[in-house]
């Protein structure tokens, strides 16, 4: 038995009358109706969603500030040339990829309530130290660094939010939480022009305008964020500070029965092989990596590609917020009718034809409102896909280690992504950017492909178990054993 069913034990210990049997005090005995499920939920939902929103938020915001900041004069007073701006954005994506996976065990290690934090109030600072930079140099070292504390946030955020949810639960809220990259898309593009018109600022040799005015007051808001966060921030089920004594037992073993491990177990060797040698992961991982693409080029280039169209600076900075508001509204509906569905894929297809749609449009007509038209399709079809594919292989792993590792080892494979979005948009390129809207409908069209085949693979695999299959891998196991198979387990459904 885990620590976390110990306690739970423990509790029935307590509550039980001295002469009841053994059995009463065992764990299975805990009950609770719907109505107790409802009200802890909306607990839970109330302490954990909002926070994780506003921390990923400015997550997003100082990531992709910088393309607010290109178009307000960082390319011209750092003397960027040729495709430099892209390597800067690049560097970010490298390191990002490589600290994904380790972050996140550490996170399962230490828990999220001061390690979240602690990321967010590290890159809020870098982006504040960005507003000093002076050259090439000193940029590429700032995003480097930004990726290092980045790099754990997202999957961090996901496998949090997983220790507190049922899989019919997780994707609206992972759905809401990751909506906030659009929000911060939209809030980003209306701060940004409001800060770039702060009049120039500061000490001798060190002032403050424009850009500068971006990275430094965006910054300093994720700091003070990040500071706040443990204040209302739990770090799991079975320590809530806001549910009492019976909640938190409610709490934690409504996901002990269903995901039949211990929250509170601690990352294993089988853990990374389990998650790792799951084909489905590699369908969520190659589909996350073309959302990608296109999620992480527009949130950095879509200011550029609007001012290209003939709009000036300000006007193409107002311009970008409406397609992001539109995006957020409809990755938090596609997120509730997934989760109410109880299916991922066909949602996953679905809107990949919307992208499919923006993007051809994007590529071969050429009038700027027409154009624009396009983003909002591209928008809406496709940053819901990023949540969808993050949350089918949660979905399709079981126990809360496993999770922890298949959403660091997504994530990653979808960061690659992030790194051919920077070379997706080339100043040669310009004003039309075809070789850029070529490559995402392609990558759309290999999302469609991916989801059809998630879907099929899945269901596939659940007919094989339904019809004893795959019963020989219980054979000549004990039965912890058979409950460490995971996903595996013939038992267990995946989701389609």
Not at 174 to 192: M, N
Not at 450 to 461: K, N, T, V
Request: net charge positive.
């Amino acid at each position: 038995m885990g620590d976390l069913e110990k306690e739970v034990a423990l509790h029935h210990e307590k509550s039980t009358p001295k002469d009841a049997s053994s059995s009463n005090t065992s764990l299975p005995e805990l009950s609770w109706t719907d109505a107790e499920e409802r009200a802890i939920r909306r607990k839970i939902d109330w302490h954990c969603v909002p926070i994780v929103t506003v921390l990923y938020m400015f997550c997003f915001l100082d990531r992709v500030n910088i393309g607010n900041a290109r178009i307000q004069g960082l390319g011209k007073d750092l003397n960027l040339q040729g495709t430099q701006f892209n390597w800067a954005l690049s560097i970010f994506y490298i390191i990002y990829c490589l600290f994904e996976v380790p972050s996140n065990v550490l996170l399962k290690a230490v828990g999220p309530r001061f390690f979240l934090p602690l990321l967010v109030s590290g890159f809020g600072l870098v982006s504040l130290c960005t507003a000093f930079v002076t050259n090439f140099g000193g940029l590429m070292a700032a995003r480097a660094v930004l990726g290092v504390f980045e790099g754990g946030a997202m999957p961090g955020m996901a496998f949090f939010l997983s220790t507190f949810y049922k899989r019919g639960e997780l994707l609206f809220r992972i759905g809401i939480y990751t909506s906030a990259a659009s929000l911060a898309g939209a809030f980003g593009g209306l701060l940004a022009t409001g800060l770039a018109k702060i009049p120039e600022w500061g000490v001798a040799g060190h002032t403050l305008h424009t850009w500068k005015n971006i990275f430094f007051f965006e910054g300093l808001i994720t700091i003070m964020v990040g500071l706040l966060a443990p204040i209302w921030m739990p770090t799991d089920p079975m320590t809530a500070f806001f549910l009492n004594e019976r909640e938190r037992c409610i709490a934690a073993e409504r996901l002990v029965r269903e995901h039949r491990a211990d929250p509170a177990g601690k990352v294993e060797w089988r853990h990374v092989k389990l998650a790792v040698m799951n084909v489905h992961n590699y369908t969520c991982g190659l589909g996350f990596f073309m959302i990608n693409i296109t999620v992480q080029g527009l949130s950095v280039f879509l200011p550029t590609i609007l001012k290209d169209l003939g709009w000036e600076s300000t006007k193409a900075q107002l311009y970008s917020v409406p397609p992001y508001v539109c995006a957020c509204a409809v990755a938090v509906a596609v997120a509730y009718g997934s989760d109410k569905s109880k299916q991922r894929g066909i949602w996953l297809a679905a809107f990949s034809v919307l992208a499919i749609i923006g993007f051809a449009i994007l590529r071969w007509v050429s009038q700027p409102n027409v154009r624009y038209m396009a983003v909002f399709f591209v928008t809406s079809g496709a940053f819901q896909g990023g949540p969808g594919f993050l949350s089918w292989a949660i979905n399709n792993s079981a126990g809360p280690a496993v999770r922890a590792v298949t959403s660091g080892y997504v994530l990653t494979l979808g960061t690659i992504g992030g790194i051919v979005a920077t070379w997706a948009y080339i100043p040669d390129d310009a004003p039309k950017y075809h070789t850029g809207h070529t490559i995402n409908l392609g990558g759309q069209i290999a999302i469609f492909c991916l989801s059809i085949f998630g879907i099929f693979y899945c269901a596939w695999e659940n007919r094989a178990r339904a019809a004893g299959k795959r019963d020989h891998r219980l054979q000549g196991l004990t039965e912890e054993q058979q409950e460490q198979l995971g996903n595996r387990h013939p038992r267990f459904q995946l989701w389609t």
